[in-house]
């Protein structure tokens, strides 16, 4: 990757944050919490469609594992975790997790960042998890680039980032106490629990970290202001050969009935799909704390879509005011209450296969069988 020098001070800079505030690390000591943190985690495979079932004698590469939470959900239920995580005091705390447990010999630990391995390793894996990791990544897209590339087919990967237009509340929030606080940890940290007590509290609860980790991961450590957009995540995607398998949100079409059996167009391919993507992102933008039961019992599907096109505006008009620095705090109140948007969006995607010409191959010698 180009531009090594300047790489290498970014992700200095993230960590030398990490190693004072992990932000991966969540605060599983006692049984709600374990059991929050359990059932969360299902919850996100059971929205994807991957069963768990899928993880047993699996290899999993998890890059940004960070301090190994994640990975013992997938060792419990059956498969080999390598992590890779630059921070030698996460991978100081994955490995004492593992240790407690009787799954330590599933557990492998890279103490290196992505950049300083070789990546053809990706090739030895079935499955690629990166989540949280691009938001603190140098060169987002290029980075993701660089691990599809290596992908081999059939191969499974897992990203959650944050995206433009789902992210876009938190992304004014944290672009808004930056202004205010002219970039300085001590005065950005003194905004957020001024500005966004809400916002925090609900972060704290649900996401089981402390005040400290959620500041600092959310509003101060991650290098660039805002999100990716839906349609480079999309165009990455579908450069590497990347087929859509699911997501959260969706991306799937609900209206579809055309027969299962026909060619569907990835959805990764954002060209194609782009006036109703656009329709989405409007949602994503605006979302958060609709009421989905009121929505559903009557279901006015322009409506809706009307309530979202009319509070992007509004949105829109607040990202200007803070763009230019000319904004009050009572401007903010469009983005102090309720659940920020989407937060992560997940994207699982498989690596195009090539097996139909071995396939045919196989059955050279097979012809038309008579049924007596």
């Given amino acids: 990757m180009e531009n090594y020098d300047e790489r290498k001070k970014i992700e200095s800079d993230v ?3 990490y190693r004072k505030v992990s932000p991966s690390h969540r605060n599983i000591t006692d049984s709600q919490s374990k059991s929050h943190f359990f ?3 299902i919850t996100l495979f059971k929205t994807l469609g991957l069963p768990l079932s899928f993880f047993k004698n699996k290899k999993i590469l998890e890059i940004g594992g960070g301090t190994g939470e994640k990975a013992l959900f997938y060792a ?5 975790v390598t992590i890779v995580e630059p921070n030698e005091k996460s991978c100081h705390v994955a490995q004492t997790i593992f240790s407690k447990t009787k799954l330590d010999n599933r557990l492998t630990i890279i103490n290196q960042s992505l950049f300083d391995i070789d990546l053809s390793v990706i090739k ?9 990791v691009l938001p603190v990544t140098f ?4 980075t993701l680039d660089l691990i599809l590339k290596n992908m081999s087919p059939t191969q499974i990967i897992m990203i959650a980032t944050g995206e433009s237009h789902g992210m876009l509340k938190r992304d004014l929030q944290k672009m808004a106490v930056k202004k205010l606080g002219k970039s300085d940890p001590e005065k950005i940290y003194y905004y957020v629990k001024k500005l966004f007590p809400e916002h925090l509290l609900r972060a704290i ?5 402390n005040e400290n980790q959620v500041i600092y991961d959310n509003y101060i450590a991650t290098p660039d202001d805002e999100s990716l957009d839906l349609k480079d995540i999309c165009d990455i995607f579908l450069k590497n050969k990347i087929s859509y398998l699911s997501s959260y949100p969706k991306l799937d079409l609900f209206y579809i009935t055309n027969p299962w059996g026909q060619h569907r167009e990835n959805h990764f391919n954002y060209e194609f799909y782009k006036n109703y ?3 989405l992102e409007k949602i994503w933008m605006t979302c958060g704390e609709e009421n989905i039961s009121n929505d559903l019992q009557s279901f006015d599907l322009k409506k809706i879509i009307d309530r979202s096109y009319a509070d992007s505006e509004k949105l829109l008009g607040l990202k200007q005011k803070i763009q230019t620095n000319n904004f009050t705090e009572n401007d903010l109140e469009l983005i102090k209450y309720g659940y920020m948007g989407v937060g992560l969006h997940y994207f699982l995607g498989m690596k195009n296969n090539e097996d139909v010409d071995e396939f045919t191959n ?6 038309k069988t008579e049924i007596r």
């Fill in 15 to 17: 960590l030398k944050i």
């Fill in 39 to 41: 059932n969360q985690r």
């Fill in 76 to 80: 419990f239920y059956g498969a080999d």
């Fill in 124 to 132: 030895n894996f079935d499955m690629i998890c990166l989540e949280g």
């Fill in 139 to 142: 060169q987002r897209l290029e």
């Fill in 205 to 209: 609860k649900f996401d089981l970290r």
């Fill in 277 to 279: 993507y656009q329709i």
């Fill in 362 to 367: 196989l059955l050279k010698n097979y012809h």
